[in-house]
């Protein structure tokens, strides 16, 4: 599948439709930092992705792979637990494929997640970041091939990507949490290893503030398909080239799982004020 099947999509949201009754209005992708949210989803249906036509299978073992729908922070939503990267030897069709059945299912929002490196030497690990704008360097784009215009334009416009309003209120609600999260810029490259100083030089050069290997293809097919994003990132370790240390990926992980309780509180308290 090098792009999007109309077909394809209407297939697989009657599966998930047979398999849970709600209309969700928000699309979750649980990257890391929110992968906890999937265990307070209410009266949740979990439907493994292999169940699902055309759904890729999840690679990672940390990841589950599955749909969960239900109920969080009042609101009907359907959540993928478990998400696909370009470096597992995915196509950007098969990244997103599951955006357009979110979308198919009737979601307005999309609420995506990552972690990722920081190159802005003012944030520090364990920040939260409130993806304002990013620069897309996957050298991939899910978008290439025929388009189809029942699922989007041909030439969709990319100036806010990120929905402004959603971006001050997810800040708003940082603020009276006593939580510190910024605003900035996201660099995607595929990875999966780790930047050379260089190149951190250069994402930097170029107006990047975190670096990650994920997120904007979801992102890109999103705002094709008429849904509002709002992308948060947790800066799991600094990258300036000058004092730079390995990486120690048992470390990363133990950041990020520090900095998800207060990623689930900003995310719950958009979805508690946030109304389509």
């Known amino acids: 599948m090098t792009h999007h099947d109309w077909e394809q999509v209407q297939q697989a949201t009657r599966t998930v439709r047979s398999a849970w009754r709600g209309s969700p209005k928000i699309g979750l992708v649980l990257g890391t930092g929110l992968g906890a949210l999937a265990g307070e989803i209410e009266s949740a249906v979990a439907i493994p992705y292999p169940e699902i036509p055309h759904f890729p299978r999840a690679t990672v073992e940390s990841h589950k792979g599955q749909l969960v729908c239900g109920e969080l922070a009042g609101g009907s939503v359907v959540a993928m637990e478990g998400r696909f990267h370009l470096y597992e030897g995915y196509t950007p069709a098969q990244v997103t494929f599951p955006i357009r059945v979110m979308k198919e299912l009737g979601c307005e929002l999309l609420i995506v997640s990552n972690a990722c490196g920081g190159l802005n030497p003012q944030f520090a690990k364990g920040d939260l970041m409130v993806i304002e704008d990013h620069i897309n360097l996957l050298g991939a784009n899910p978008l290439i091939g025929p388009n189809d215009d029942r699922l989007g334009p041909r030439f969709p416009d990319m100036i806010e990507p990120y929905d402004r309003a959603l971006q001050d209120l997810a800040l708003r609600v940082a603020l009276e949490a006593n939580i510190v999260a910024h605003r900035g810029v996201y660099v995607a490259v595929t990875g999966p290893n780790l930047e050379t100083r260089a190149e951190y030089r250069f994402l930097r050069g170029i107006g990047a503030d975190v670096v990650g290997m994920s997120t904007i293809p979801e992102v890109v097919t999103a705002v094709h398909a008429g849904i509002k994003v709002l ?29 998800e309780a207060k990623l689930r509180t900003i995310v719950r308290g958009v979805l508690e004020r946030w109304r389509a």
Do not use: H, Y
């Open 231 to 259: 992308g948060f990132s947790i800066v799991t370790d600094m990258c300036l080239p000058d004092a730079l240390k390995p990486v120690r990926i048992e470390e990363i992980i133990a950041v990020a799982n520090q900095a």
